[in-house]
């Protein structure tokens, strides 16, 4: 057994982890059917692994009662093929341990959490946060680093010191510092489950010893993903994983840096056969020209040409 087939063998969750979208109906009303159906597809396509309720997922702009009805319905259609981590972020602590609580109680095999959005704790208030959750919960947690979108930064020696409890096994690291990767795995790679959240570094994450990735495009391209991953971990056949990263990394490039993402992910699934509407309000939907845009980035990937 490899150093890399010890570190996997460490963590149940490795691989492509898919931060699933929320299909909507033309009247904003969310199509459950056309997740069943999304999920099928994912798990055929070589997934390994599924996050409803991220922010790819809209878990901000869902009710109480349709989170739960998300989870419920991932949870039948997956049927236990790969594990399932529900994201159960919220507002305030309470709601953090109640969401992550309900999930545990409905199946999940672990949560997501970032920090918690608007109040911007800072790091000694957010410590005993995630002492919190880690004290109410049995299952695995899965820190989710994005200051981008929650406006507090959870450095790599902060998140070491929360690799200490017990509960705490992975962390999504979406800062896009390739550095950050490095030094999580420098600092508590035999404690902690390094996952790549910043899809134009995949490549690169991987080949330093990351355990997988979690991304939004794989609703769109999860072969792709799951290919990549197989070619790097597994065969370690690094040219034909760098050929095809790069065909990928256009469609990659453009959600990143395109300010839209899960608008132009749903719109991608959209333009690939597997209609999951547009984001709910205030997002809108990708425009003509945006999918335009689109359509010439997915051609550039096997899987995304069309017929």
């Known amino acids: ?10 963590h149940s969750f490795h691989g492509i982890f898919v931060a699933l979208v929320t ?8 199509d459950y059917t056309g997740l069943a159906d999304l999920t099928e597809h994912l798990i055929r396509r070589g997934v390994h692994g599924l996050v409803p309720l991220g922010s790819t997922g809209e878990y901000y702009a869902l009710s109480t009662d349709e989170r739960e009805r998300v989870i419920r319905t991932t949870l039948e259609a997956a049927d236990g093929r790969v594990p399932v981590v529900a994201g159960t972020n919220a507002g305030s602590t309470r709601d953090v ?8 109680e409905l199946g999940c095999d672990g949560v997501m959490l970032a920090a918690p959005y608007y109040s911007l704790p800072r790091l000694q208030e957010l410590f005993v946060h995630f002492r919190a959750v880690n004290n109410a919960v049995g299952v695995p947690i ?33 800062t896009g510092e390739m550095p950050r990767i490095t030094e999580l795995l420098r600092r508590c790679g035999d404690r902690l489950g390094v996952f790549c959240g910043c899809d134009t570094i995949a490549l ?22 799951a290919k990549l991953y197989e070619l790097v971990v597994e065969r370690e056949d690094y040219p034909a994983a760098r050929k095809l990263f790069f065909e990928m990394l256009p469609t990659l490039e453009l959600m990143e840096g395109g300010g839209k993402y899960t608008q132009w992910v749903k719109a991608a699934c959209g333009l690939l056969g597997h209609d999951c509407g547009a ?29």
């Open 279 to 307: 984001p709910r309000r205030p997002l809108g939907p990708a425009s003509k020209s945006e999918c335009t845009q689109l359509r010439k980035a997915l051609r550039q990937v096997a899987e995304g040409r069309r017929p």
């Open 142 to 174: 899965m820190l989710y680093n994005y200051p981008g979108r929650t406006g507090v930064d959870m450095p790599p020696d902060f998140i070491e010191r929360l690799a200490e409890l017990k509960n705490l096994r992975y962390v999504k690291e979406s």
């Open 1 to 10: 057994m490899n150093a890399r087939s010890r570190s996997r063998s460490k």
């Open 23 to 30: 299909p909507m109906k033309p009247d904003d009303e969310i």
């Open 97 to 104: 341990v109640a969401f992550s609580r309900q999930a545990e």
């Open 204 to 225: 690169e994450s991987l080949m330093v010893g990351a355990i997988g990735w979690v991304g939004g495009v794989a609703n769109v391209l999860p072969a792709s993903h």
